[in-house]
């Protein structure tokens, strides 16, 4: 879609028109784009009678002239969000998408904050509803809706700066939508090789980034054996992809942060199979790094002053007959030995060789991001990230962050007694925990034993929040969500 920001409101530039109206008590609070004239019209209008401008409540009605309008409830002002409207142009999006080709709004009554929070949420809205994932179908609906008007009476240079303010939404939509991709992408296109190659690909146009990707070789001579006990069984060269971005003035005082992400295109539980139903979309295995490859690459894209390292663990957990058989006890890169009783509890274990060598790295932060456990549902429900770490200042920082792009996150505690827990007799450590309880922070906490120099450190579990997320009107009723990536590319540019 084409944005383009508009200094008067015409009514004949597109062929629909949307009215804002707020409620107030039980009266209808009309915005500045109503004129007297059509407001006393639409009040004599049969079909408006029943009209309470209520957040979502539309009435589609044509003026004397022709013109297809849409009088657009908002709610109360007073508690009007940019959510709210975030919300609301997404389900126009998907209402209008394939029956009308240009919209107009006049934006000067919607302010949420400011004029940029205001553009910042329409444009998320309507890109984000108008995702559609369809390489796989031979018959492609067409969307028409092309081109939306923003009408405002900023002039000079505010008006420059709500450009440059759909220019840099547009940047993050785009790289939702690349996310959102290579997690729907089924496991037979989509695998440790073709994933790689396709973020070699689609980095190569961007400025100040490097790609380097690790494959078994090079993971056998740095001595990644967790990494690798997971790769065993599959057909597949596992990658472990290193992408750094360099912003152009570096000074002593330009933060380096890591983005770690799992990335298991498929994931079967290995020798410890996970049943069928529970197998069913484990291609979704992956969305950790796809969520942080997006963050990387909107970062870069928006050549935010602050440099970001991207490391990706790819790999399916596939089973052959050398897949890694439990009661296996395997060494990682840090030298730590880890007693696998569980084969699918295999992403803390491609995470772990992909934290130790980051950490070599020495970033001032590491974040890392995972369909880690389905025990994260349990604990925050499908609809909320769980956030664990190190350091509460860190993830005091994401918390702000998801808050700010109205985005689901809660803490979670590493408690000793996790760690404990942990602990396995015959190695350093185990996979799994000795009880079904606490599994997302007993996770973390094997994490932590990979954290290394007091790195600052937190854990995203994605679980939930990474998948469908129909409830909201701006992400696909089935598939990826693409959430997190608005909270991460906040705190990048805050960093
Ligand atoms: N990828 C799964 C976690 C998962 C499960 C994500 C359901 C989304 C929905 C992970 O690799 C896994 O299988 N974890 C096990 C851990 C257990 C064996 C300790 C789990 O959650 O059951
Ligand atoms: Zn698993
Ligand atoms: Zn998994």
């Not at 209520?54 to 297809?68: D, P, Q």
């Amino acid at each position: 879609m084409k944005f383009q920001l508009n200094t008067t409101t015409d009514f004949t530039e597109s062929d629909l028109v949307i009215l804002p109206v707020f409620k107030s008590d039980d009266d209808l609070k009309f915005t500045s784009v109503w004129t007297k004239e059509l407001k006393a019209f639409f009040g004599e209008l049969k079909l408006t009678k029943g009209f309470k401008a209520s957040a979502g409540e539309t009435v589609l009605f044509n003026s004397i002239e022709g013109h297809n309008l849409l009088a657009l409830g908002l709610g109360d002002k007073k508690s009007f969000k940019a959510e709210t409207l975030r919300r609301e142009m997404a389900k126009l999006t998907t209402a209008y998408q394939s029956k009308a080709t240009s919209l107009t709004l006049n934006i000067d009554a919607l302010k949420t904050g400011g004029a940029d929070a205001t553009v910042n949420a329409i444009v998320e809205g309507m890109e984000l509803a108008a995702y559609k994932f369809d390489k796989y179908l031979s018959n492609k609906s067409k969307a028409t809706l092309k081109k939306v008007s923003l009408d405002t009476k900023e002039k000079g240079a505010a008006l420059k700066k709500l450009q440059a303010v759909v220019d840099q939404t547009l940047i993050v939509t785009e790289s939702i939508a690349v996310a959102r991709d290579f997690v729907n992408s089924p496991p037979n296109d989509l695998h440790s090789e073709s994933y790689s190659k396709a973020v070699k690909k689609d980095v190569a146009k961007i400025k100040g980034v490097t790609f380097k990707a690790h494959g078994k070789k090079e993971l056998q001579k740095m001595g990644a054996g967790l990494f690798l006990s997971v790769n065993a069984g599959s057909a597949f060269d596992p990658q472990m992809v290193h992408l750094t971005y360099t912003p152009k003035k570096v000074t002593k005082k330009t933060k380096h942060i890591a983005l770690v992400g799992k990335g298991l295109t498929f994931d079967t539980g290995g020798y410890s199979l996970k049943p069928g139903g529970s197998m069913v979309n484990m291609k979704f295995d992956m969305a950790g790094s796809s969520t942080m490859y997006a963050a990387f690459r909107a970062a870069a894209l928006l050549e935010l002053p602050v440099k970001v390292t991207c490391v990706l663990g790819m790999t399916d957990n596939a089973v052959n007959e050398h897949a890694t058989m439990p009661d296996s006890i395997v060494t990682g890169r840090s030298g730590k030995t880890v007693e696998i009783l569980n084969t699918d509890a295999e992403g803390r274990l491609v995470l772990a060789d992909c934290l130790d060598y980051t950490c070599d790295l020495k970033p001032d932060a590491i974040i890392d991001a995972a369909t880690l456990t389905g025990a994260c549902l349990v604990a925050v429900g499908s609809e909320t990230a769980a956030v664990l770490g190190n350091d509460d200042k860190l993830i005091g920082s994401l918390l702000k962050s998801a808050k700010k792009t109205d985005e689901y996150m809660w803490q979670l505690p590493i408690i000793p007694e996790f760690h404990e827990d942990m602990k396995s007799n015959i190695a350093d450590l185990k996979n799994i925990g000795g009880s079904r309880f606490g599994g997302t922070a007993k996770a973390a906490a094997f994490l932590e034993n990979f954290i290394k120099d007091d790195i600052s450190w937190a854990h995203l579990d994605i679980a939930g929040i990474g998948d469908s997320q129909g409830h909201l009107p701006y992400c696909p009723k089935k598939g990826a969500s693409g959430l997190v990536i608005r909270t991460l590319v906040d705190y990048l540019r805050n960093a």
